[in-house]
């Protein structure tokens, strides 16, 4: 029920947001991501694509970030948005939500082989998936596909089940709060993407005496750039090719991919994550 409060509310905010310029069809195209870091962090990363775009669309572009994972979804949904930055399993709730009209774009170079790190307390004991029965544990955010879906998979394959083998577990919302959790000692361990975990190492924001990387799963596709339905053909291939257009020798171009954590964009395909929806449902995430 919380959830679906905090959907309906995150619904009315990126109304109230989207409200105050005209919808895409009288000209700004509206953008968005999942919030799966601080939403001062996401506005650095996606305001300057939301430049670029404009000058290659010929159309204003407009980052909003949104509150939550469910949000996006229901924007998404709803036509508030025209395009929104998921992983991939919020990408399969959005193809599901929308009746298969959400339609992903392209996805960076990594995202094909994307990976989750499981992280632990230095010194706690914790070695090996095993080692977490009776421990406390912190996903990312429930709808998060490196946060939660894959390691809760991957968990799930080694017998390990959150519910019945975990002394608790508990949601951080976001893959920094992971680490802040495990840094902080407020649970023995957690699970993160693996981007976020590379940018906070060179950020020098995670104390490597109290924390550790016990376990890397294998890889997995994930994030992609997804468009509503009812845009026209044309315009979304002129989306697609502004994307696949991005060029790491122009510096120009290098300081969009730095941000987005890419050396390049590839295309996406739904035929990608269908391994996704299996994994999802096969954890009863999905109905």
């Not at 905090?6 to 919808?23: E, I, K, Q």
């Not at 939301?50 to 924007?75: D, I, M, Q, R």
């Not at 599901?96 to 989750?116: E, W």
């Not at 361990?189 to 550790?212: F, H, I, S």
Request: hydrophobic share 40%; aromatic share 12%; glycine share 8%.
């Amino acid at each position: 029920m919380r959830q679906k409060i905090n959907a309906f509310l995150g619904l009315v905010l990126a109304c109230s947001c989207f409200a105050l310029t005209p919808a895409f069809g009288a000209g700004t195209f509206h953008i968005s991501a999942i919030p799966d870091e601080a939403p001062t962090k996401l506005i650095r990363i996606f305001e300057p694509i939301a430049s670029y775009l404009s000058k290659e669309l010929g159309v204003p572009v407009k980052f909003t970030p949104l509150v939550n994972y469910a949000a996006t979804v229901e924007a998404l949904a709803a036509k508030k948005v025209d395009m929104v930055w998921y992983g991939g399993f919020t990408y399969v709730q959005a193809r599901i939500r929308t009746n298969g009209d959400a339609v992903p774009l392209v996805m960076r170079d990594r995202d094909a082989v994307f990976k989750s790190y499981f992280i632990t307390r230095a010194g706690g004991g914790i070695k090996s998936l095993k080692d977490l029965k009776g421990k406390t544990f912190a996903f990312g955010s429930v709808s998060s596909t490196s946060g939660h879906l894959m390691p809760r998979f991957f968990l799930l394959k080694e017998g390990i089940s959150p519910e019945k083998d975990f002394a608790k577990f508990s949601f951080s919302g976001a893959h920094d709060a992971t680490v802040k959790w495990v840094q902080e000692g407020k649970v023995d361990a957690g699970a993160l993407n693996e981007q976020v975990w590379e940018k906070m190492m060179a950020g020098k924001l995670v104390d490597t005496k109290k924390v550790t990387i016990f376990y890397t799963t294998p890889p997995y596709h994930d994030y992609n750039w997804t468009v509503r339905g009812g845009l026209a053909p044309e315009f979304r291939k002129k989306i697609r090719d502004a994307f696949l257009k991005l060029n790491y020798a122009k510096p120009e171009d290098r300081k969009i991919l730095d941000l987005q954590g890419a050396k390049k964009y590839i295309p996406a395909r739904p035929g990608d994550y269908d391994s996704i929806e299996e994994a999802a449902r096969n954890a009863k995430l999905l109905k």
